[in-house]
């Protein structure tokens, strides 16, 4: 099993930057592919970025691209998303979440189908409230 801890969640005005991270309790992410997810009161949950170590794919939801940035710090054990510009509608609850299966035939194209279908295992999530 994998136990996965964020940080970073909070409040911040429209426009203003957050930094989460995500990092492995008691490991180092190695052959992972790990994704954030969000999901606010009353809706469904959104698949918000990803990256790959085993196939090297990277995907980002259509609401967040341009404006959030996804990056591996493997040498540090954690993995970051920087969000910028943001809006009152990123309010969520947000989770990492990891996936350490191969899925032969779909090398390339991981990220953008665990966004959509989800992953084996989550973190407790982080509150992030942007205020107008």
């Known amino acids: 099993e994998v136990q996965l801890v964020e940080s970073g969640g909070g409040t911040v005005q429209a426009g203003g930057s957050l930094t989460l991270s995500c990092a492995p309790l008691?490991?180092?992410?190695?052959?992972?592919?790990i994704g954030w997810f969000r999901q606010a009161p009353g809706k469904e949950r959104e698949g918000v970025s990803c990256?790959?170590?085993?196939?090297?794919?990277?995907a980002y939801g259509d609401s967040v691209k341009g404006r959030f940035a996804i990056t591996n710090a493997n040498a540090k054990g954690t993995v970051y998303m920087q969000m910028d510009n943001l809006k009152p509608e990123d309010t969520a609850e947000y989770y990492c979440?990891?996936?350490?299966?191969?899925?032969?035939?779909?090398?390339?194209?991981?990220?953008?189908?665990?966004?959509?279908?989800?992953?084996?295992?989550r973190g407790k999530g982080t509150l992030i409230t942007v205020s107008s």
């Open positions: 979440a990891a996936d350490t299966n191969f899925y032969p035939g779909r090398y390339g194209e991981y990220c953008q189908m665990l966004l959509s279908h989800g992953m084996d295992y």
């Open positions: 990256i790959s170590d085993i196939d090297g794919s990277r």
């Open positions: 008691g490991r180092i992410f190695g052959n992972y592919t």
